[in-house]
């Protein structure tokens, strides 16, 4: 398919004619465009100034229905040729942008996955490096929030980025220009040109009456077209239909208002095609984005409305409807009749003309439609693109106050799915609603109230919210224990969220027992292959892991592992997570080879199956830098941490549980990297953080202190790094016990702070008892244990006992050798009799 084009400021034909090699969802061109060509030169002035500088997007701006989103269609069909890529992007809502974007994906060599998330880090970065096209435009067209979009704005790329929005306030993002109603002339000249029986003199007096305004003459054009009524009866009827709606269109005093244009198409729709009508009102309900012919099919076995039913259940008679629709340009349909779109001043004049009475049908209408494509399965990655799809028609429609179960089981997957995509931020937004409002119109103790509080309180917990998501919890328990009785599976799963908030407040022990109690009743209840089951062992890994028993955690997760792959498959949500929880235990029982190779293919399944951005991936990337280290691949690891560091910041922030994490890794890996001044600062701000979120007893905080104080030591203030120790090992023993692997850890830092400031009795002592108690807990080989070993071997030195010293120096030495291999880190320091082994607490996931 070809266009011509048209050389600027000449008019004559352009050389070239051919489509740009991408050319992606733009609108058709409108063959009725009138006008504004001082717009369109003075847009492609701009757009050709700013080609090949850094990206500074042109915004389009003005009143609903002055024309925006057609001005930039036509400007692309005038101007196509000087592209390489053309992607027009419906940005209504943010979940339709990443959509659009991962689209683009595969035409720019991008690799895509199912989340639609997944690759738009990657899409846009291809622009910003313009690979491989260089030449691009991107148009968001209805953008609201500059906030909103700034994320998708390819910052830094050579292409061109073009806004269409409502809101003049884009000064810092995007360069604005005006888009004002018609001219007279170019009023007069679209409804002369649609229709040949209007004269001059009565398309004055129509351009007067609709104030000019583009949309509303476009459609006064299509009337007189389609009907050939005279100009003077259709004044009549405007006069007869006036509505007191959109005064946003700010028409100056005594203008007709415009709304009235449309209801004169409005009510010969709903005389002569009832069901197109029917269809339009339950669009009105909708969010302004396209929406997809597929959501038009029958709920089985339930009526909607008389004029609508028989049509959704005939793929020839919808087909009709929608053209019917599209008529009158009261909707625009893709050429393919795959989607329909209405403006949303249109939506508007259609939501007023209804009675209660018939928005409540039509509202029931719309949300047993949207329920009727729930697949019911949320955690299953092929359905999130359709979820995606539904959830702004879901805000837009407040499918929440819907009464109908189906409607609300719809809106408990689409925050599931929100949990599991990671957009965390519309997810809370939806769950907080459903949750008021059902709360107050059904009861706090209806199932579906309770079942969105307990989805609600795993938010709060996954974004760190740990004193909201505890209060929450601990209702919910209450309620379904008076309700239900204690051994009812629903009382039983709620169980299972106060123990992961006994996690949050550093009550590993009871979250233990608690997590313990929920294992055993679901094998009792339901067996041990049951997906309930799987998911409560699951969380019982990862308790043992918190309290240190890393051998039992291990076989339980590899057991649980094979139990969901087995059901699932490899690439489900919970198979990968718990896929994850094994390797860990992996690494924590000192097998750091084998670690890092399942880690590597965790971590590039995870990404294949959930995409970059995707929470699971973002933290089993912090996690694999860990690994790297501990496996002694120091280079990859800082690489690996700080990236894990500034993805989990860009997406959640700098409070979030998993950024303050990947920081604590950053300030480990800077620290062995030789660069101590920026490990203090980071690891005293992360410090200082983890005490505001988790409270200063907490162990994850006391782990912060611990590679803060062996911080302070490298940086020659061992007193300062004795001090933090000190008071860390005491809030270790008495939340965690004598020989948790924390505790033992710290213990033999505290002994590096004695032997630094000359103590080396005081540091003997200390390493003799913990490595006694690291070879019970761990085993003779880890590398803690031979950590230990060998600081003690330097306290022995210091002190004269060289016999001794050599004697454990060569043991450990062959050991280390053996189980890192020679050129591991840890066996070149133990090697060189002059630095101690220092110890850093890797905080396990809650």
């Given at each position: 398919m070809t266009h011509e084009a048209v050389e600027p400021g000449t008019g004559r034909p352009a050389k070239v004619t051919v489509t740009p090699a991408v050319w992606g969802s733009v609108p058709p061109r409108n063959p009725d465009f009138t006008g504004r060509e001082d717009l369109l030169e003075e847009l492609h002035r701009r757009l050709l100034r700013?080609?090949?500088?850094?990206?500074?997007?042109?915004?389009?701006?003005?009143?609903?229905?002055?024309?925006?989103?057609?001005?930039?269609?036509?400007?692309?069909?005038?101007?196509?040729?000087?592209?390489?890529?053309?992607?027009?992007?419906?940005?209504?809502?943010?979940?339709?942008?990443?959509?659009?974007?991962?689209?683009?994906?595969?035409?720019?060599?991008?690799?895509?996955?199912?989340?639609?998330?997944?690759?738009?880090?990657?899409?846009?970065?291809?622009?910003?490096?313009?690979?491989?096209y260089s030449n691009w435009l991107l148009v968001l067209d209805n953008a609201e929030s500059p906030e909103e979009i700034r994320p998708f704005l390819p910052t830094g790329g050579p292409g061109t980025v073009l806004i269409t929005s409502r809101n003049p306030h884009w000064t810092g993002i995007a360069r604005p220009l005006e888009v004002d109603v018609f001219t007279r002339a170019e009023s007069k000249s679209l409804l002369r040109g649609r229709s040949s029986g209007v004269g001059d003199a009565d398309a004055d007096r129509l351009a007067e009456a609709l104030g000019d305004l583009p949309l509303a003459i476009e459609q006064a054009a299509a009337w007189h077209a389609e009907t050939g009524m005279p100009v003077d009866e259709y004044l009549g009827l405007l006069a007869e239909k006036r509505v007191h709606l959109l005064r946003e269109t700010a028409l100056a005093p005594g203008r007709q208002p415009v709304t009235a244009a449309w209801n004169i198409s409005l009510d010969r729709l709903e005389s002569e095609h009832p069901a197109a009508y029917r269809l339009l009102q339950i669009c009105s309900l909708y969010a302004p984005g396209p929406i997809p012919r597929a959501l038009f099919k029958s709920p089985p076995g339930t009526a909607l409305a008389p004029e609508l039913d028989p049509v959704l259940g005939d793929p020839i008679r919808l087909g009709q409807?929608?053209?019917?629709?599209?008529?009158?340009?009261?909707a625009r349909v893709d050429p393919h009749g795959s989607s329909l779109q209405m403006h949303r001043l249109v939506q508007a004049v259609v939501s007023s003309r209804m009675s209660e009475q018939e928005r409540a049908v039509m509202l029931r209408a719309g949300h047993l439609l949207l329920a009727a494509n729930d697949p019911n399965d949320p955690d299953n990655?092929?359905?999130?693109?359709?979820?995606?799809?539904?959830?702004?028609?879901?805000?837009?429609?407040?499918?929440?106050?819907?009464?109908?179960?189906?409607?609300?089981?719809?809106?408990?997957?689409?925050?599931?799915?929100?949990?599991?995509?990671g957009d965390y931020a519309s997810c809370l937004e939806l769950a907080r609603a459903a949750h008021q409002a059902w709360s107050r119109t059904l009861g706090e103790d209806h199932p579906q109230a309770l079942q969105v509080a307990r989805w609600l309180g795993f938010l709060h917990f996954n974004m760190g919210r740990y004193q909201e998501a505890a209060q929450l919890n601990a209702a919910v328990l209450e309620t379904y224990r008076r309700a239900l009785g204690p051994e009812a599976q629903d009382t039983i799963d709620a169980l299972g969220n106060v123990a992961i908030d006994h996690r949050a407040r550093g009550d590993f022990n009871e979250a233990l027992s608690l997590s313990e109690s929920v294992h055993q009743q679901y094998l009792r209840l339901l067996g041990p292959e049951d997906p309930e089951t799987l998911r409560a062992a699951h969380n019982l890994g990862v308790s043992l892991r918190l309290v240190g028993d890393f051998t039992r955690a291990r076989g339980l997760d590899r057991e649980t592992w094979q139990g969901f792959t087995t059901i699932y498959g490899q690439d489900h949500v919970s198979s990968l997570r718990t896929w994850i929880g094994y390797v860990?235990?992996?690494?924590?029982?000192?097998?750091?080879?084998?670690?890092?190779?399942?880690?590597?293919?965790?971590?590039?399944?995870?990404?294949?199956?959930?995409?970059?951005?995707?929470?699971?991936?973002?933290?089993?990337?912090?996690?694999?830098?860990?690994?790297?280290?501990?496996?002694?691949?120091?280079?990859?690891?800082?690489?690996?941490?700080?990236?894990?560091?500034?993805?989990?910041?860009?997406?959640?922030?700098?409070?979030?549980?998993?950024?303050?994490?990947?920081?604590?890794?950053?300030?480990?890996?800077?620290?062995?990297?030789?660069?101590?001044?920026?490990?203090l600062t980071l690891g005293m701000e992360t410090w200082h953080l983890y005490e505001q979120t988790y409270g200063r007893s907490h162990p994850h905080t006391l782990s912060s202190a611990v590679s803060l104080a062996v911080a302070l030591r490298?940086?020659?203030?061992?007193?300062?790094?004795?001090?933090?120790?000190?008071l860390a090992l005491r809030g270790f023993v008495t939340a965690l016990g004598e020989t948790h692997p924390s505790t033992l850890a710290?213990?033999?830092?505290?002994?590096?702070?004695?032997?630094?400031l000359g103590d080396t009795a005081t540091a003997l002592d200390l390493d003799t008892e913990t490595l006694r108690r690291s070879r019970e807990v761990l085993d003779d080989d880890h590398p803690s244990t031979l950590a230990c070993a060998a600081n003690l071997a330097m306290?022995?030195?210091?002190?004269?006992?060289?016999?001794?010293?050599?004697?454990?120096?060569?043991?450990?030495?062959?050991?280390?050798?053996?189980?890192?291999?020679?050129s591991h880190p840890a066996f070149v320091q133990a090697a060189d009799q002059e630095h101690r082994a220092d110890q850093d607490i890797d905080p396990m996931p809650l």
């Open positions: 700013d080609r090949g500088a850094a990206v500074v997007p042109q915004s389009l701006y003005g009143l609903g229905g002055v024309g925006k989103t057609s001005l930039a269609v036509q400007y692309l069909y005038r101007w196509m040729t000087e592209y390489d890529v053309v992607w027009w992007i419906s940005a209504e809502q943010t979940a339709q942008i990443s959509a659009s974007l991962a689209e683009l994906a595969p035409h720019l060599g991008v690799p895509a996955g199912p989340d639609v998330a997944s690759t738009v880090g990657s899409t846009l970065e291809a622009l910003r490096f313009g690979r491989p409807v929608i053209r019917e629709i599209g008529r009158f340009s009261l990655l092929e359905h999130w693109g359709l979820y995606g799809s539904l959830h702004p028609h879901v805000l837009v429609s407040d499918a929440v106050a819907s009464d109908e179960h189906r409607v609300r089981n719809l809106v408990v997957n689409e925050v599931v799915y929100l949990l599991r995509w860990v235990d992996v690494r924590e029982l000192g097998q750091y080879s084998a670690a890092l190779t399942y880690h590597r293919e965790a971590t590039e399944r995870i990404r294949t199956a959930l995409g970059r951005n995707n929470p699971m991936c973002l933290a089993g990337l912090r996690l694999l830098a860990t690994t790297l280290r501990k496996a002694g691949e120091s280079g990859e690891a800082l690489a690996v941490a700080e990236q894990a560091r500034a993805d989990l910041i860009a997406r959640y922030g700098d409070l979030h549980p998993e950024s303050l994490a990947a920081a604590l890794e950053l300030s480990v890996q800077l620290r062995c990297a030789g660069r101590l001044q920026p490990a490298s940086m020659g203030n061992p007193a300062a790094a004795r001090r933090v120790d000190t710290c213990r033999t830092n505290l002994a590096g702070d004695h032997y630094t306290d022995l030195r210091a002190l004269g006992r060289t016999e001794e010293a050599d004697i454990l120096r060569t043991d450990t030495k062959e050991r280390l050798g053996r189980k890192l291999g020679r």
